[in-house]
């Protein structure tokens, strides 16, 4: 499922940073920093797919050569504690081809070009190969200073402001948001991404009635795991999938995340079912189908998902027919041979009637005929008894008839037994 994440980090002088360092690692290259004397090369570094920089129209010829660039930011900067520089990391939907990643990135670094007039710098990172291999990602380094002509001049400020930044990040995470969206759907994926806070969603769930999402929604956000323990799961992953079994945390921080993604899935699940359900009963209905022939198929159609199928509007009737089991043309209506059936039925309840009132009775010296108004009376009955009473019921007189002739002969054979041994 598609997930939404936008960090905003500064890099800091006090924290013993610096762009250099942070441009060179997040890049995968060499850069040396002429204001630290000291060379950052991670030319080593696995994983980079793509980077590029974006600079203002009127930006001097030097701000594309990246080693140049950011010893600039360093120079502008004179104060030990300025920060000179800030990363948007951005997570990338795995949804969508490494293209259209590329594009949409592209897009938001230059959103932030045109609204702050700042230099900005992309390297898309594949997943960890030992990570989930869903995590593609981008790295957005941007300096905190307009870049002009004459090179780096003003500070951003409205980024860093109380009263104008928090706004300014919620919009550009609104953007992010909607880029990832437009992409998805040209790629024809259902899901969708929402940059807004868990409580805010589930408002809004519950203003369009949506009580199962608003329901979904109700919950903490997800606990941060941190690099350690990240690292130990990743590993404790790897290991559990090499040996064949079934992935134990080993962190306590660990077990709270997986425990709610593993209820997060499960409920996904839920939410999918029951929709494919509304959708199929719908269908049903409409194509004349009764409530309980309806009700039937969408309860087929929620057992046995197939989202492969789901994803395909256009073939959605042949997807319900072959959850129904049937073709589109065939309905659940009684059929002649049902009719005929029944008419069988009641056909071999008369000739056992027929066939007992013709049996001869027991205990005379001679058999007597039952007279044909009799048997006619006699299997009316019979058949009035059968019609107005349940199959149940019918089953339990049955077992008694049976049990009753059984001892009758028994007793039958045992009076015959005695009569014999008198004689």
Same mark, same amino acid.
């Given at each position: 499922?598609?997930?939404?994440?936008?960090?905003?980090?500064?890099?800091?002088?006090?924290?013993?940073?610096?762009?250099?360092?942070?441009?060179?690692?997040?890049?995968?290259?060499?850069? @040396?920093?002429?204001? #630290?004397?000291?060379?950052?090369?991670?030319?080593?570094?696995?994983?980079?797919?793509?980077?590029?920089?974006?600079?203002?129209?009127?930006?001097?010829?030097?701000?594309? *050569?990246?080693?140049?660039?950011?010893?600039?930011? #360093?120079?502008?900067?004179?104060?030990?504690?300025?920060?000179?520089?800030?990363?948007?990391?951005?997570?990338? /939907?795995?949804?969508?081809?490494?293209?259209?990643?590329?594009?949409?990135?592209?897009?938001?670094?230059?959103?932030?070009? +045109?609204?702050?007039?700042? !230099?900005?710098?992309?390297?898309?990172?594949? /997943?960890? =190969? #030992?990570?989930?291999?869903?995590?593609?990602?981008?790295?957005?380094? &941007? +300096?905190?200073?307009?870049? #002009?002509?004459?090179?780096?001049?003003?500070?951003?400020?409205?980024?860093?402001?109380?009263?104008?930044?928090?706004?300014?990040?919620?919009?550009?995470?609104?953007?992010?948001?909607?880029?990832?969206?437009?992409?998805?759907?040209?790629?024809?994926?259902?899901?969708?991404?929402?940059?807004?806070?868990?409580?805010?969603? =589930?408002?809004?769930?519950?203003?369009?009635?949506?009580?199962?999402?608003?329901?979904?929604?109700?919950?903490?956000?997800?606990?941060?795991?941190?690099?350690?323990?990240?690292?130990?799961?990743?590993?404790?992953?790897?290991?559990?999938?090499?040996?064949?079994?079934?992935?134990?945390?080993?962190?306590?921080?660990?077990?709270?995340?997986?425990?709610?993604?593993?209820?997060?899935?499960?409920?996904?699940?839920?939410?999918?079912?029951? @929709?494919?359900?509304?959708?199929?009963?719908?269908?049903?209905?409409?194509?004349?189908?009764?409530?309980?022939?309806?009700?039937?198929?969408?309860?087929? !159609?929620? &057992?046995?998902? *197939?989202?492969?199928?789901?994803? $395909?509007?256009?073939?959605? =009737?042949?997807?319900?027919?072959?959850?129904?089991?049937?073709?589109?043309?065939?309905?659940?209506?009684?059929?002649?041979?049902?009719?005929?059936?029944?008419?069988?039925?009641?056909?071999?309840?008369?000739?056992?009637?027929?066939? =007992?009132?013709?049996?001869?009775?027991?205990?005379?010296?001679? +058999?007597?005929?039952? +007279?044909?108004?009799?048997?006619?009376?006699?299997?009316?009955?019979?058949?009035?008894?059968?019609? $107005?009473?349940?199959?149940?019921?019918?089953?339990?007189?049955?077992?008694?008839?049976?049990?009753?002739?059984?001892?009758?002969?028994?007793? &039958?054979? *045992?009076?015959?037994?005695?009569?014999?041994?008198?004689?």
């Amino acid at each position: 499922m598609a997930s939404y994440h936008l960090s905003v980090k500064t890099i800091k002088r006090s924290a013993g940073r610096s762009a250099t360092a942070a441009a060179a690692y997040r890049v995968g290259e060499r850069i @040396e920093c002429h204001r #630290e004397g000291r060379i950052h090369d991670y030319t080593r570094k696995q994983g980079i797919e793509e980077t590029f920089i974006l600079t203002p129209k009127d930006a001097p010829d030097w701000a594309t *050569d990246r080693s140049r660039l950011w010893n600039e930011v #360093e120079a502008s900067e004179t104060r030990r504690n300025s920060v000179t520089a800030r990363e948007w990391e951005l997570a990338l /939907p795995s949804e969508i081809s490494a293209e259209a990643r590329s594009q949409i990135t592209r897009d938001f670094a230059q959103e932030l070009v +045109s609204r702050y007039g700042v !230099a900005v710098d992309v390297a898309i990172h594949a /997943p960890h =190969r #030992e990570g989930d291999q869903r995590n593609h990602h981008a790295h957005v380094l &941007t +300096s905190t200073r307009k870049l #002009e002509a004459e090179g780096f001049t003003t500070k951003t400020r409205v980024l860093d402001a109380a009263k104008t930044g928090g706004i300014e990040i919620e919009q550009m995470r609104g953007l992010w948001a909607e880029l990832q969206n437009r992409a998805l759907e040209r790629a024809a994926e259902v899901e969708r991404v929402d940059h807004r806070s868990l409580e805010k969603q =589930r408002e809004a769930a519950l203003e369009r009635g949506d009580d199962l999402a608003a329901e979904e929604l109700d919950r903490d956000p997800e606990l941060k795991l941190g690099p350690a323990a990240n690292a130990m799961e990743r590993r404790a992953k790897a290991t559990a999938e090499r040996q064949g079994q079934e992935y134990v945390p080993v962190t306590e921080r660990g077990a709270v995340v997986y425990a709610a993604r593993q209820a997060r899935a499960a409920f996904r699940e839920m939410r999918e079912r029951l @929709e494919l359900a509304r959708e199929t009963y719908g269908a049903e209905r409409d194509a004349g189908q009764g409530r309980v022939s309806a009700g039937l198929a969408a309860l087929r !159609a929620a &057992t046995t998902k *197939d989202r492969g199928d789901a994803r $395909n509007p256009e073939d959605i =009737r042949e997807r319900l027919a072959r959850v129904v089991g049937r073709s589109r043309d065939q309905d659940d209506t009684p059929k002649p041979e049902g009719r005929a059936s029944a008419r069988e039925r009641l056909k071999e309840i008369m000739e056992t009637e027929t066939s =007992r009132a013709m049996e001869p009775r027991q205990g005379g010296e001679r +058999s007597e005929m039952v +007279s044909q108004k009799d048997q006619r009376s006699s299997v009316n009955a019979r058949l009035k008894d059968v019609l $107005n009473k349940p199959r149940e019921k019918l089953e339990i007189e049955g077992e008694r008839k049976q049990e009753r002739e059984g001892k009758e002969a028994e007793n &039958t054979r *045992d009076r015959d037994r005695s009569k014999g041994h008198s004689l």
